[in-house]
């Protein structure tokens, strides 16, 4: 079992910048696939960024790429999400979630909501235009 916190939301305004943390205990940390997903009021949740378990691979959504960087430390059990230039748009609860099963093996599977195991309990972020 994992648990997943996530911290580092807040208000901001456009053009700025926040870094969202996800800290995770339980299994060993290095061992699975972490996702970033955001959702929006009356929206679905999606994807956004993701990595693998040794930090090598990462996949993006397309409006994100350029914008926002995600990677992990192993030894502090963390994976982090930078976001530069916010827009908006990028309003949303963002969660963090875990692939025990290390199925996101490429960017289709890595962004399905539903390869994913344990969720956190989410942090909003709100930017202003």
């Known amino acids: 079992q994992v648990q997943l916190v996530e911290s580092g939301g807040g208000p901001v305004q456009a053009g700025g910048s926040l870094r969202l943390s996800c800290a995770a205990s339980?299994?060993?940390?290095?061992?699975?696939?972490v996702g970033w997903f955001r959702q929006a009021p009356g929206k679905e949740r999606e994807f956004v960024a993701a990595?693998?378990?040794?930090?090598?691979?990462?996949w993006y959504e397309e409006s994100v790429k350029g914008r926002f960087t995600i990677s992990r430390d192993n030894a502090k059990n963390t994976v982090y999400l930078q976001m530069n230039r916010l827009k908006p748009e990028d309003t949303a609860i963002y969660y963090c979630?875990?692939?025990?099963?290390?199925?996101?093996?490429?960017?289709?599977?890595?962004?399905?909501?539903?390869?994913?195991?344990?969720w956190g309990q989410g942090t909003q972020v709100t930017v202003s235009s």
């Open positions: 990595i693998s378990g040794s930090g090598s691979t990462v």
């Open positions: 979630a875990a692939d025990l099963q290390n199925r996101g093996l490429n960017y289709a599977l890595a962004s399905r909501v539903s390869l994913y195991d344990y």
């Open positions: 339980g299994r060993p940390f290095s061992s699975y696939v």
